[in-house]
Nanobody, 125 residues
């Protein structure tokens, strides 16, 4: 079975760039026709889809985060990466990588067939 694991710093200062990496095992990120997403959950709030990269390298972003978000991949390492610029304390959340894409405007856990365990990121000075 495919497994995903997030990694990156747990603490980021305001105005800086957040960078997280998702390492995938048990399945290639280049396998048709899968999508690989970044999702976050601020404390006390629901899940928020941020964006995705597909098997061909095409990217997709949430309109609310598009201006600050960049998703890329390294196929040699079977990894994909999230970069979120100009972070504020409102970006504090648990960040997940997952395989899949939301089917509707409302994110459902079932839209994703595999999840990482999540990593806490706190934005604070």
């Amino acid at each position: 079975q495919v497994q995903l694991q997030e990694s990156g710093p747990g603490l980021v200062k305001p105005s800086q760039k957040l960078s997280l990496t998702c390492t995938v095992s048990g399945g290639l990120i280049t396998l048709k026709y899968y999508y690989w997403s970044w999702i976050r959950q601020p404390p006390g709030k629901g899940l928020e889809w941020m964006g995705a990269i597909d098997y061909s390298g095409s990217t997709y972003y949430s309109p609310s985060l598009k201006s600050r978000t960049s998703i890329s991949r390294d196929t040699s390492k079977n990894q994909f990466t999230l970069q979120l610029s100009s972070v504020t304390p409102e970006d504090t959340a648990v960040y997940y990588c997952a395989r899949g894409m939301p089917r509707t405007a409302t994110l459902r856990r079932a839209d994703f067939d595999s999840w990482g365990q999540g990593t806490q990121v706190t934005v604070s000075s």
